[in-house]
């Protein structure tokens, strides 16, 4: 069983890359960001509180986001693995996280601040059925609407230059120490997020020692 924790600025392709570690390892994706949209799109009653957390540009408190995590994980859909991303995201997370579960390894995705701004800026979602874009690189055929169901696409609200200062800072001071906690026991593996896709999922499959990652083709 392999359990990995995948972290990052905003932008540095966490999502994406933990979609392509999982796809032929049979690991499962347990995306924290996701599970909280999934809440807010659904109108739950932790959706609401979410919700104006977001719209007031903070962040979830330690307590709501442990709590969304051991369920997800108490769930015990991963007979082979996990892959967890969006947590953890400070000191507290990482400890109740590593006394909890015996973790194989850490990816860090490093991506400088100005490539940040620019990728996440230029992500747009659909809130109809959720599919997400980039106008850098993934933008819809028609702009401005979902190639799935033809919605308008809207900004996250988490996406602005505000929000996004503020995610920055609380990355700075709050997680990259954590990375900190985690190097002391020596299985961090930095991997430069700026290359295509693809090459950077190889960089990640030589760093763990696994099977290298075959792109699929048409």
Not at 65 to 70: F, I, Q, S, T
Not at 128 to 152: F, Q, S
């Amino acid at each position: 069983m392999r359990k990995y924790v995948i972290m990052g600025v905003q932008g540095s392709g966490k999502g994406t890359q933990s979609e392509l570690l999982c796809d032929d390892l049979d690991l499962v994706h347990i995306a924290v960001g996701d599970i909280f949209r999934w809440h807010v799109q659904s109108h739950t009653k932790l959706g609401a509180q979410v919700r104006r957390i977001m719209n007031a540009g903070d962040l979830v408190g330690d307590d709501m986001v442990e709590k969304v995590v051991r369920e997800r994980l108490d769930q015990h859909d991963w007979n082979f693995g996990f892959v967890i991303d969006g947590f953890p995201r400070n000191g507290r997370q990482a400890e109740f996280f590593m006394e909890s579960y015996d973790i194989d390894g850490v990816i860090h995705l490093e991506l400088p601040e100005d490539e940040v701004r620019r990728r996440v800026l230029s992500r747009r979602l659909c809130p109809n059925c959720g599919m997400d874009y980039n106008l850098i690189a993934d933008r819809p055929e028609v702009e401005g609407r979902c190639d799935i169901c033809g919605h308008e696409l809207i900004t996250r609200a988490d996406d602005t230059p505000e929000a996004l200062d503020a995610r920055l800072r609380d990355y700075n001071e709050k997680t990259r120490p954590v990375l900190e906690l985690f190097r002391r026991k020596e299985f961090v593996h930095d991997i430069d997020a700026r290359p295509p896709a693809d090459e950077v999922q190889a960089k990640i499959r030589a760093a763990l020692n696994l099977p290298p990652y075959q792109p699929k083709r048409d």
